[in-house]
């Protein structure tokens, strides 16, 4: 299979620190992968490799099956990018630095539509150090559009946007990956990767510590109770006949599968306690297993 994205057994060393230590990925054309971890995981160096910033101490980096370093011209003008560091001269307008940049590929995107598709058409002449912080970031990624790019590389594209601006940069990530586009986006909004993650890559201490689909990352059985005040964990376990920790005082998290009767003993059982159920989930949140799976994994030392 020929991935978008390529990235074999890749390490990246920073004289004693080891940045990016052994990892694969790999991204088919047509899926949005949401890549996650807490800051000094690798995220951004990794990104930095693929786009040919940086180069590999070790392992193989593709995108498009070119080089990003050897082949950095070609990379760029099939890859739109949005970074951190990322700016613009503080006097110009969205409407002139998209128009300017345009200039830079043969066949660009329109750039009335971008500022159209990503609701810019009221600040198009407003100078860049007038725009609100959601306003520059959906600018940045008009710029990412522009050469109509086969891959999308985002890093942290909600930053400072509001609500609308989100639901903005949402869609255009599905039709963007509903065209054929591969997306790597990093993030540390645990909501925005369920809302439109294909699959979920978490980094720690520079390795890969799971990837998978939400469904695969979700683990075992569990029914996952939240109550208005605490109930006896090990009570309720021998009414259900499974083990029960409570995760947080009115958070219960019981390990067995989500049945209509055990769903009845235990609100037979709150109701016994004069205890409300607030909240019944048949899965965890990505945002509890990504801090259990961050907390398991161990920090390598070299």
Not at 33 to 44: E, M, Q, S, V
Not at 102 to 108: G, K, N
Request: charged share 25%; glycine share 8%; with cysteine.
């Amino acid at each position: 299979m020929s991935y978008a994205i390529d990235v074999t057994n890749l390490v990246v060393q920073f004289r004693d620190l080891r940045a990016v230590d052994d990892v694969s990925l790999h991204v088919p054309y047509g899926q949005v992968t949401t890549l996650l971890g807490p800051n000094g995981a690798g995220k951004t160096t990794l990104v930095e490799t693929l786009l040919g910033f940086r180069s590999p101490t070790s392992g193989e980096v593709r995108l498009h099956g070119l080089d990003p370093m050897r082949d950095h011209a070609e990379v760029v003008v099939r890859t739109g990018a949005l970074l951190q560091r990322g700016g613009v001269w503080f006097g110009m307008t969205p409407a002139q630095v998209i128009s300017l940049t345009a200039t830079y590929y043969d066949q660009p995107r329109e750039p009335s539509e971008l500022l159209t598709l990503l609701n810019l058409d009221g600040c198009a002449r407003t100078p860049w150090r007038r725009l609100s912080g959601g306003e520059q970031q959906r600018t940045l990624l008009a710029l990412a559009l522009l050469g109509r790019p086969r891959v999308l590389v985002l890093d942290e594209p909600t930053t400072a946007v509001d609500p609308e601006g989100r639901q903005v940069i949402r869609q255009l990530i599905r039709s963007e990956r509903d065209r054929g586009c591969a997306l790597l986006i990093t993030t540390h909004e645990l909501t925005e990767a369920e809302r439109t993650a294909d699959q979920v890559i978490i980094m720690n201490h520079g390795r890969v510590v799971v990837q998978g689909s939400l469904d695969e990352l979700a683990g075992d059985a569990v029914l996952i109770i939240e109550t208005s005040a605490p109930v006896d964990p090990a009570e309720l376990g021998r009414r259900l006949g499974c083990v029960v920790n409570a995760v947080e005082p009115t958070r219960l998290h019981c390990a067995i599968d989500s049945t209509p009767e055990r769903v009845a003993l235990v609100s037979a059982y709150l109701q016994e306690k004069s205890v409300s159920l607030t909240s019944l989930r048949t899965r965890a949140s990505l945002e509890e297993r990504y801090l259990a799976l961050i907390a398991e994994s161990p920090e390598v030392t070299l």
